[in-house]
């Protein structure tokens, strides 16, 4: 699959379609986000296991995207995304934070390992070029079992978890929606300086709050995260709460707006 | 002793909080459970600030705006009306009664019913009982003081 994906892109680029190619790139046996702008060049393109595109806006104030189609007005850009990837650009174009004009997917499908191992709820971009759909889901266990604990079982594993929390703000930088300048997980009104492990449960709170109706269940906070707290089950609790409540999911669809977004009323559909 | 629950009001000042003055000046006793905030619209509430009041000391958070169609600033409670039901899911996916949070639309001349949604609601609340992460805060902070 990946020789028929770089002979792809090295016609796209030759071509003249297309001025760059944003995808992962093999450098010295390590993957890393990189801009592809010579055929040559794209020799080096892989597909890495759980490794993701970079669209974070730290430690700089924008997205590696954003700065580019800023730098270069009128650039063509294809960017090689997977599933994850996708939903995480539709979402950062909808809130502003990136424009999808010039911008072509070079859509790849996740296999059936991959998305085993990544508990993927869709393993496929829109419209991908190369793999297949895998139309079953993979259900993340830790959800069912959540769903079954009572009220005081939830505290108690959440207090448990969370209080392992080290405050390192590894889930929110390597979040790929969050971008806020001024971040309410800093803001002392709501988390304390200098307190360890922060406030239980503030500190989370305003991350699974914030990221209810945007988060793409890409799993960046987890794999981010140094104490393994199961931070991706909290974010596919919300989503489900989010999907129950107004019948919406982000990264889905790239022209419905999050029920959030706009002041119109959205009055919720009664879910379980 | 019993146990005396302790609510924290958030009342929007276009008509909530001026419902609350109402039931003040027309003599109608209620409970002193309910410490009340004014905020200029519900729609200012954030789940942020309820659960700042949720670990910091309360046991339940009562939110009050305008009837639906009755915003001072037109689009307010509406966003309330979304966000609301958000933060129940949240707090219950957190293993905390989503009870202890309620909203509840109270107008300029519903004295009366503003008394009768705090007496409701305190009665809930005391048979909740006290609210588990309050106070996680400070047991936290001398657990590991370094």
């Known amino acids: ?272 | 002793m019993s146990f005396e629950p302790k609510i924290v009001a958030f009342l929007c000042n276009w008509c909530s909080y001026t419902g609350a003055d109402l039931a003040g000046t027309s003599r109608m006793h209620y409970p002193p459970n309910v410490l009340s905030i004014r905020v200029n619209c519900s729609g200012r509430v954030s789940p942020l600030m309820v659960m700042s009041a949720l670990t910091k000391g309360a046991d339940a958070v009562l939110i009050c705006g305008c009837h639906i169609g009755d915003c001072h600033y037109v689009t307010g409670n509406w966003q309330t009306e979304k966000r609301v039901p958000l933060l129940k899911k949240g707090l219950e996916s957190l293993g905390i009664d989503p009870r202890r949070v309620r909203l509840e639309w109270v107008s300029a001349s519903e004295g009366a019913r503003f008394v009768e949604v705090v007496e409701d609601f305190i009665t809930e609340i005391k048979r909740l009982g006290p609210n588990p992460v309050k106070g996680a805060h400070h047991d936290r902070r001398t657990a590991c003081s370094l």
């Open chain 1, 1 to 272: 699959m990946i020789e028929e994906l770089r002979a792809h892109c090295k016609e796209l680029l030759a071509g003249k379609r297309l001025d760059s190619i944003y995808g992962l790139g093999d450098q010295g046996g390590a993957h890393v986000p990189r801009f592809f702008s010579t055929v040559d060049e794209l020799d080096d393109l892989v597909l890495a296991g759980k490794q993701r595109l970079i669209f974070t806006c730290r430690p700089s104030d924008q997205n590696i995207i954003a700065l580019v189609q800023g730098q270069r007005s009128g650039l063509r850009l294809g960017i090689v995304a997977r599933g994850c990837d996708e939903r995480a650009l539709f979402e950062l174009a909808k809130l502003s934070q990136l424009s999808l004009d010039g911008v072509e997917v070079v859509g790849v499908a996740c296999d059936r390992t991959q998305a085993e191992e990544c508990r993927c709820s869709q393993p496929y971009p829109q419209d991908p070029r190369f793999g297949e759909k895998l139309e079953e889901t993979f259900d993340d266990p830790a959800v069912a079992r959540f769903r079954k604990m009572g009220a005081e079982e939830r505290l108690a594993f959440w207090e448990h978890h969370l209080g392992k929390c080290i405050k390192c703000y590894g889930c929110r930088n390597a979040c790929p929606l969050c971008f806020c300048k001024e971040c309410q997980m800093e803001r002392e009104l709501f988390v304390r300086r200098g307190a360890l492990p922060p406030d239980f449960p503030l500190f989370h709170f305003v991350h699974m709050m914030h990221l209810a109706d945007r988060c793409v269940d890409c799993g960046a906070c987890e794999d981010a995260c140094p104490m393994d707290i199961p931070l991706r089950l909290l974010k596919k609790v919300m989503r489900g709460a989010v999907r129950d409540l107004f019948n919406y999911e982000p990264g889905i669809d790239p022209t419905r707006g999050s029920p959030f977004a706009g002041i119109a009323r959205v009055e919720t559909t009664h879910g379980d």
